[in-house]
């Protein structure tokens, strides 16, 4: 909790740290990149800074946690931090980067806003980012040990056993373990961060929901090309797709993500739309291995039939699964050969299937997609807290949300 102190100090001064927030943190980046460049290589995504998502989200959630701290004092935004946490683990952040982070984000906060940074608001802001800190340092630390590693042991080298063209730009990778280290399975629905050398030689990191309940020695994960348009074209998607082949070595995180299946025995429904199918297919694979008798239902949007990666084994799973059934929408009209319960032209219409009673949601896919379908199924009085999502990017809703 903000000390006595710092609250009136935070309280004044939150509006015109938040009307610059942006600005804040690309100057953070820029001055810890150029006083740390290592961090460039194997830590951070720079597909993401290129495109400025990183910067929106470390500023996101710092001032959305700044204004927790202020209106509702006794409760953490946890869903945010929890999210930042996995993402760190997944790259072996260590507690001492912690340090850099903050000296490099309060010479951005003093560049940016120059004198209006007295002391007392150094010393006000400083508390908050310690706060939030401790939380995440916390919490990494559970995540770390529950694991039986350190930030730098989170990494493990997997061959490429089998490569499988699912669709035009989507390709599945079964990677084999190479040594007998202890690897924990993952939970339903986890992704692991694969880090691979760039045609430069810089390494870059990047996240991979896995497909598949893993067996202890085999991992599945599914990519799906990013073309440019007019932009670079995705670096690690490319490679992946076009490279890397059958006796390759990758490097993967273990698995983290805290958007996982619960186990509480209520229905589930899971949401997708184009690649977005990747967690759903993981969790749906658990389930069928778990020989679960769950009521499952699988929505999934795609554009064809023939673009719906995962299809066969998704299929395969809600036939194999006791008390489960698959609705798909195809933007380019209604057509399939697959013994789907339902298929429906056009976008995603939730009006046009009967959802079970007390389910739990997963959702994943683009951001438009997942805010219709929230939005469609709270106005249908599902409660909010039974909706987990999942964005593959720095998460830019969850701040606006927690
Ligand atoms: C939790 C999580 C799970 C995920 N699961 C999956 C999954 O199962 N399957 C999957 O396929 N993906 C998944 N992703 C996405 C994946 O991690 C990558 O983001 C994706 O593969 C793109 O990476 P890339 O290196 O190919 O693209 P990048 O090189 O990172 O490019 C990303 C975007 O930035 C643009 N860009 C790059 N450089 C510049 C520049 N200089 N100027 C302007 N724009 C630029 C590119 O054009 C592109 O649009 C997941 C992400 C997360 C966070
Ligand atoms: C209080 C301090 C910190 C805050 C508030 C913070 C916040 C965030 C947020 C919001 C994200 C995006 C999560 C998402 O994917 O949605 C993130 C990712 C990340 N953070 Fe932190 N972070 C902090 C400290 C650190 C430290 C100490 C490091 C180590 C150098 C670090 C390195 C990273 C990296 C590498 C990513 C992934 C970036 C990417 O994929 O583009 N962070 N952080």
């Known amino acids: 909790m903000l000390s006595d102190q710092s609250r009136p100090v935070i309280e004044a001064t939150l509006p015109v740290v938040g009307e610059h927030i942006g600005e804040i943190a690309s100057r953070f980046y820029e001055h810890l990149f150029a006083e740390h460049p290592e961090l460039l290589d194997g830590t951070f995504n720079r597909g993401n800074q290129a495109d400025g998502s990183q910067q929106r989200a470390l500023a996101g959630s710092v001032a959305a946690f700044a204004s927790m701290l202020i209106n509702s004092a006794d409760t ?28 490099n984000l309060m010479w951005a906060i003093v560049d940016v806003l120059g004198e209006a940074v007295t002391p007392e608001v150094a010393a006000a802001w400083d508390e908050v980012y310690w706060l939030m800190a401790n939380a995440l340092i916390n919490q990494e630390r559970g995540l770390y040990s529950a694991r039986g590693v350190r930030p730098e042991t989170v990494w493990r080298p997997w061959r490429v056993e089998k490569k499988i063209q699912e669709t035009a ?12 280290r202890l690897v924990k399975t993952s939970l339903p ?40 348009d007019g932009k670079p074209d995705g670096e690690m ?9 059958v006796g390759d070595v990758v490097t993967t995180s273990l698995p983290f993500g805290d958007v996982v299946l619960d186990d509480a025995g209520r229905p589930v429904v899971f949401a997708s739309a184009g690649i977005g199918i990747t967690p759903m297919a993981g969790m749906l694979s ?7 008798g769950l009521d499952i239902t699988v929505l999934h949007a795609d554009a064809d039939e023939a673009s719906f990666a995962l299809r066969r084994q998704v299929v395969g799973d809600v036939l194999a699964a006791r008390n489960a059934s698959i609705h798909v929408w195809y933007e380019k009209g209604a057509g399939s050969v697959e013994p789907v319960n339902g298929v429906h032209a056009g976008l995603m219409d939730l009006s046009e299937v009967t959802l079970p009673d007390d ?12 805010q219709a379908v929230r939005s469609s199924l ?20 969850q701040a606006d949300l927690d």
């Open 378 to 397: 709270i106005e249908r009085g599902v409660e909010p807290r039974d909706i987990q999502y999942e964005v593959f990017g720095p998460d830019l809703w």
């Open 76 to 103: 953490m935004p946890e869903k945010l931090l929890r999210r930042i946490a996995h993402k760190h683990a997944s790259l072996g952040i260590r507690p001492e980067q912690y340090q850099v982070v903050h000296d």
């Open 286 to 292: 658990h389930l069928v291995a778990a020989d679960s």
């Open 237 to 245: 998607s490319t490679l992946l797709c076009d490279t890397i082949g």
């Open 169 to 180: 730009d989507v390709v599945t990778f079964v990677v084999e373990r190479m040594d007998d």
């Open 189 to 228: 629905g986890q992704y692991v961060s694969v880090l691979m050398p760039m045609t430069d030689g810089v390494r870059q990191p990047r996240q991979y929901s896995l497909t598949r309940a893993d067996d202890g020695r085999h991992r599945q994960f599914s990519v799906k090309r990013v073309e440019g």
């Open 359 to 370: 389910a739990l949601y997963y959702l994943c896919g683009p951001l438009p997609f997942m």
